[in-house]
């Protein structure tokens, strides 16, 4: 390769470096628009591919459920993986939470949080259609 392709593309390498230096995953995880999947590395530099389950904030912190994509061993299919943001580090880090008691609380939390929405929606649609219903007999 000559000398000005390997320099441009240690320029693009610098570049894309310096925006993942900027880029934060818990701007991916906070926005709602977002439905692409969440890709994180571990130790060993793997890639795993996550589907964001639920943001639960829990005790003055910020947990994240997510459903792994990718095979992990000792992960069943149907299970989720509680994960801890790490706001000390700079971009946030993601940390799989190892206390067992704080996931379970973490996990019941989440499913508090679906039944309240799951209540809302319901009262939602009892009131449209009770409003419809008052207009139907004003018609009449």
Do not use: H, W
């Amino acid at each position: 390769m000559d000398k000005n392709k390997i320099k441009k593309l240690e320029e693009i390498s610098a570049q894309v470096e310096k925006e993942m230096a900027d880029f934060d995953v818990l701007d991916i995880l906070l926005d709602p628009e977002n439905s692409d999947p969440i890709v994180l590395q571990d130790d060993q530099g793997k890639k795993i591919t996550f589907e964001q389950v639920a943001v639960v904030p829990y005790d003055g912190k910020i947990y994240v459920v997510l459903k792994p994509v990718d095979k992990i061993q000792g992960v069943k299919e149907d299970e989720a993986i509680v994960f801890l943001c790490d706001e000390t580090t700079k971009p946030t880090t993601l940390r799989p939470e190892s206390d067992q008691e704080i996931a379970v609380k973490i996990f019941d939390e989440y499913y508090n949080l679906v039944e309240e929405a799951n209540k809302q929606i319901e009262n939602e649609e009892a009131y449209k259609k009770q409003q419809a219903e008052k207009k139907k007999k004003a018609k009449k």
